[in-house]
């Protein structure tokens, strides 16, 4: 079978699914650390959650930098992205789609992406397909709440 065009989108996509078949074993790491503590109540985040966040950044940290300055990563920095306006990232380059929306990423507002950033933002320019796990959505966003 020949095969004609670009096959990096291909490649991409196959990095991602193989990368979500793992995040299943995630949620069962660091057993020993103590049970999740109330972050609303001002506590600090669960150890475990924020340990399964780091891990999941993995699926990010091609595109995104955790520091404000981006270097060659094709993505807007993350560091600060909770409460930061969409889009506002300096020296980033934005899909005309995400341009033309007013919101703060909240953690709601993250969450809605990560399950499914196309369908919460038709006509992005981000490949990702979601990550489907609520538990799997809540530990990255604690981790992004610590950048």
Not at 82 to 110: C, I, K, M, Q, T
Request: with cysteine; net charge negative; glycine share 8%.
């Amino acid at each position: 079978m020949k095969f004609s065009g670009n096959t990096r989108p291909i490649a991409a996509g196959a990095l991602c699914a193989a990368l979500l078949c793992g995040t299943a074993a995630l949620s069962f790491a660091d057993q020993d650390v103590p049970p999740e503590q109330d972050a609303a109540a001002g506590e600090t985040p669960d150890p475990r959650l924020l340990a399964q966040g780091k891990r999941l950044y993995i699926l990010c940290q091609a595109c995104h930098a955790t520091e404000a300055d981006p270097g060659d990563k094709i993505g807007p920095h993350l560091a600060g992205i909770v409460n930061r306006p969409v889009a506002s990232a300096e020296g980033s380059v934005y899909s005309d789609a995400l341009r033309a929306e007013d919101f703060v990423w909240s953690e709601e507002n993250l969450d809605l992406w990560l399950r499914r950033p196309a369908e919460m933002v038709p006509g992005t320019s981000m490949s990702f397909a979601g990550l489907p796990g609520e538990e799997l959505r809540r530990a990255l966003i604690a981790y992004l709440n610590t950048l």
